[in-house]
């Protein structure tokens, strides 16, 4: 079970990237890029395009696998029984190398560094299609970043009597290439040190949840991560523990995680690799006693839509359920493929804040999707929000969406309430210093 390769697309469905298809004939790319662009240009609004293309223009079964990056499409193509979550695990692994090498992902920036992005593909993917090395830490002792490149090429010179050149095989090359597999831990490079040593941990937990025509919470499902970035020296032997880590279901793990100690203890035992990683991934549990297994929504949504003809009215009311501060709300509306614009009045409190929008909010119409979207930068726990308009629409009988998208963020907030008890540090002598933080994100569809 292989991936078939990899083709990165711009913005105008043109190939910047792509891996070397030897053992395909050359129309094998060009049909996927080509069924890729027909999907898109046919799509009645933006995000609904099936996330897996079947080709069959080809003798073999074939499909391609899409994700979009920084306004590009990564693509990666796989032909016979291969399980398309293989391409999106590799999809997922790719773009966050890319992004740990050069911080944002965008045309320019892969331009700017097509040898780094090149080499990148030639380690991560081997020529049969099997993902090779997708550890940052690997990487960065093979591919050099572009920050190193630069200070390599500034500090050496071909000209500098007695100091050898990069291609004459320096001590900086060479050990680079081998110092990736030097290490005893295949995650943690050999020899790390540190004048401030620290690791952070961020909890982030994101709910997602349909709520019903009657204000019923149809399902609503909470997802947690944790976010590790580790500066610590030499070969720091941890063990986090938590005191209720019974929320936790579902479990995924580092490599680094001792799965036994684990699965003994409920407790994290393990040898961190160097910067950022992801510990754990888990799906919160809510307690045995709680009378709906679902996890109640943080916010209300009140919608009055009066359809008429050539458009309709619509007044939303919004009011949040928690103490906490909601913070980047976004309610998006597609108004139907034939909306021609919208009016809306904003208010909060009861107060007039006009058309346009204060700090309390604001709402825009892009003509381009047919989506009204209303934005709110602080939601606090007491008062409603209410989005007050009307669209108008090319037919006389209108087809909006019947549903909301809602998307919110929740900082120093865990669903779960998930609570580190505390961080042991084994094999080494020095202090160090520990941070952890919640944050949480929603993403709710409202039915009306």
Same mark, same amino acid.
């Given at each position: 079970?292989?991936?078939?390769?990899?083709?990165?697309?711009?913005?105008?469905?043109?190939?910047?990237?792509?891996?070397?298809?030897?053992?395909?004939?050359?129309?094998?790319?060009?049909?996927?890029?080509?069924?890729?662009?027909?999907?898109?240009?046919? /799509?009645?609004?933006? !995000?609904? @395009? +099936? $996330?897996? =293309?079947?080709?069959?223009? #080809?003798?073999?079964?074939?499909?391609?696998?899409?994700?979009?990056?920084?306004?590009?499409?990564?693509? /990666?193509?796989?032909? !016979?029984? @291969? +399980? $398309?979550? =293989?391409?999106?695990?590799? #999809?997922?692994?790719?773009?966050?190398?890319?992004?740990?090498?050069?911080?944002?992902?965008?045309?320019?920036?892969?331009?700017?560094?097509?040898?780094?992005?090149?080499?990148?593909?030639?380690?991560?993917?081997?020529?049969?299609?099997?993902?090779?090395?997708?550890?940052?830490?690997?990487?960065?002792?093979?591919?050099?970043?572009?920050?190193?490149?630069?200070?390599?090429?500034?500090?050496?010179?071909?000209?500098?009597?007695?100091?050898?050149?990069?291609?004459?095989?320096?001590?900086?090359?060479?050990?680079?290439?081998?110092?990736?597999?030097?290490?005893?831990?295949?995650?943690?490079?050999?020899?790390?040190?540190?004048?401030?040593?620290?690791?952070?941990?961020?909890?982030?937990?994101?709910?997602?949840?349909?709520?019903?025509?009657?204000?019923?919470?149809?399902?609503?499902?909470?997802?947690?991560?944790?976010?590790?970035?580790?500066?610590?020296?030499?070969?720091?032997?941890?063990?986090?523990?938590?005191?209720?880590?019974?929320?936790?279901?579902?479990?995924?793990?580092?490599?680094?995680?001792?799965?036994?100690?684990?699965?003994?203890?409920?407790?994290?035992?393990?040898?961190?690799?160097?910067?950022?990683?992801?510990?754990?991934?888990?799906?919160?549990?809510?307690?045995?006693?709680?009378?709906?297994?679902?996890?109640?929504?943080?916010?209300?949504?009140?919608?009055?839509?009066?359809?008429?003809?050539?458009?309709?009215?619509?007044?939303?009311?919004?009011?949040?359920?928690?103490?906490?501060?909601?913070?980047?709300?976004?309610?998006?509306?597609?108004?139907?493929?034939?909306?021609?614009?919208?009016?809306?009045?904003?208010?909060?409190?009861?107060?007039?804040?006009?058309?346009?929008?204060?700090?309390?909010?604001?709402?825009?119409?892009?003509?381009?999707?047919?989506?009204?979207?209303?934005?709110?930068?602080?939601?606090?726990?007491?008062?409603?929000?209410?989005?007050?308009?009307?669209?108008?629409?090319?037919?006389?009988?209108?087809?909006?969406?019947?549903?909301?998208?809602?998307?919110?963020?929740?900082?120093?907030?865990?669903?779960?309430?998930?609570?580190?008890?505390?961080?042991?540090?084994?094999?080494?002598?020095?202090?160090?210093?520990?941070?952890?933080?919640?944050?949480?994100?929603?993403?709710?569809?409202?039915?009306?």
């Amino acid at each position: 079970m292989a991936i078939d390769g990899l083709i990165i697309l711009d913005p105008t469905g043109r190939p910047i990237i792509q891996s070397s298809y030897t053992n395909y004939p050359a129309a094998y790319p060009l049909l996927h890029i080509e069924a890729l662009n027909n999907a898109l240009a046919k /799509a009645p609004r933006e !995000g609904s @395009v +099936d $996330p897996v =293309i079947y080709v069959g223009e #080809l003798s073999c079964s074939s499909a391609c696998c899409h994700v979009e990056v920084g306004g590009m499409r990564f693509l /990666a193509t796989i032909s !016979g029984d @291969v +399980d $398309p979550l =293989i391409a999106f695990a590799f #999809l997922d692994a790719f773009t966050e190398i890319l992004q740990d090498y050069f911080g944002v992902v965008s045309v320019a920036t892969l331009k700017d560094n097509f040898d780094i992005v090149y080499q990148l593909l030639e380690e991560t993917l081997d020529s049969s299609g099997h993902p090779l090395t997708t550890s940052p830490n690997l990487l960065s002792d093979i591919v050099l970043s572009p920050s190193l490149i630069s200070k390599l090429l500034a500090s050496v010179s071909p000209a500098t009597p007695g100091v050898p050149s990069v291609r004459q095989g320096g001590s900086f090359g060479s050990n680079g290439a081998s110092g990736a597999f030097t290490s005893p831990i295949p995650w943690r490079k050999a020899g790390v040190r540190h004048n401030h040593n620290e690791i952070l941990f961020d909890v982030v937990e994101e709910m997602r949840g349909i709520v019903g025509k009657n204000g019923t919470t149809l399902v609503s499902n909470v997802f947690g991560k944790i976010e590790s970035n580790s500066k610590l020296s030499g070969t720091p032997d941890l063990t986090l523990t938590f005191t209720n880590p019974n929320v936790m279901a579902d479990c995924a793990f580092h490599p680094c995680v001792r799965l036994q100690k684990w699965t003994r203890d409920n407790a994290l035992s393990f040898v961190p690799p160097e910067g950022r990683f992801i510990l754990a991934d888990y799906q919160y549990r809510p307690p045995q006693s709680a009378v709906v297994s679902n996890v109640p929504i943080p916010l209300s949504l009140k919608a009055n839509m009066d359809m008429g003809e050539f458009g309709g009215t619509f007044a939303l009311t919004l009011t949040s359920r928690l103490i906490k501060v909601m913070e980047n709300l976004e309610l998006k509306f597609y108004l139907g493929e034939d909306a021609t614009s919208a009016q809306c009045t904003l208010s909060s409190a009861g107060s007039s804040v006009g058309s346009v929008g204060s700090a309390d909010g604001s709402w825009s119409f892009n003509s381009r999707t047919k989506t009204l979207q209303w934005e709110i930068l602080n939601m606090r726990s007491s008062g409603s929000w209410i989005l007050r308009g009307s669209w108008t629409s090319k037919i006389k009988a209108p087809r909006p969406a019947h549903a909301f998208q809602i998307r919110f963020e929740i900082p120093s907030y865990s669903f779960s309430s998930l609570k580190v008890d505390q961080l042991r540090l084994s094999s080494e002598t020095y202090k160090m210093y520990k941070g952890v933080r919640m944050r949480s994100k929603g993403s709710i569809e409202w039915r009306w």
